[in-house]
């Protein structure tokens, strides 16, 4: 799937493996973990696998043992301008919380059995605009906004003064 943004085709690919290689350009990659404090970080990147065959039921049950029930969710954008020599750029952004009986809706992952700190009201449970202003993937969007904010965009004059034409 291919879509346009400012005149440069924008290629839609799943799976993160090789990408870079078949694009030959910049590439974005986004992740997402779920870490339990109680148990060292996990299921952490293997949050996808932990999820498909315990549900946010068995998610929660996970933690019976313990008294911490202390987590984070994690994002991280990875970005890759194509150029092999050039540092693939990263950008996260946490939201702690906590791991408990799971409550509201079911139709997205383990959202009812995280609840975030200083919410009564699981991720599952808050309506979609609250929970994009205080999520994990919304603050790595930030930060992945604020370092394109920060470049020069082709053409501008570097000393400030803009170009002179117009």
Not at 27 to 56: R, S
Not at 63 to 86: H, I, M, N, V, W
Not at 122 to 136: D, G, L, Q
Request: proline share 7%; hydrophobic share 35%.
């Amino acid at each position: 799937m291919a879509a346009s943004l400012a005149g440069k085709e924008i290629v839609f690919v799943t799976g993160n493996a090789k990408k870079l290689e078949e694009v030959q350009g910049p590439v974005l990659v986004e992740d997402t973990c779920l870490c339990f404090n109680a148990l060292g970080g996990l299921p952490g990147p293997y949050i996808k696998w932990f999820l498909e065959k315990l549900k946010p039921e068995g998610l929660h049950q996970l933690l019976a043992g313990f008294e911490d029930k202390s987590a984070y969710a994690l994002c991280t954008f990875a970005l890759s301008t194509g150029d092999p020599s050039q540092p693939v750029r990263l950008f996260r952004g946490r939201t702690s919380g906590r791991i408990v009986v799971p409550r509201g809706c079911r139709d997205f992952g383990w959202d009812p059995c995280f609840q975030p700190d200083g919410y009564e009201q699981t991720y599952a449970e808050m309506p979609k605009a609250e929970k994009n202003t205080i999520s994990h993937r919304f603050r790595a969007l930030l930060e992945l906004q604020k370092y394109f904010g920060s470049l020069t965009p082709p053409g501008a004059s570097d000393d400030g003064q803009g170009s002179g034409e117009g």
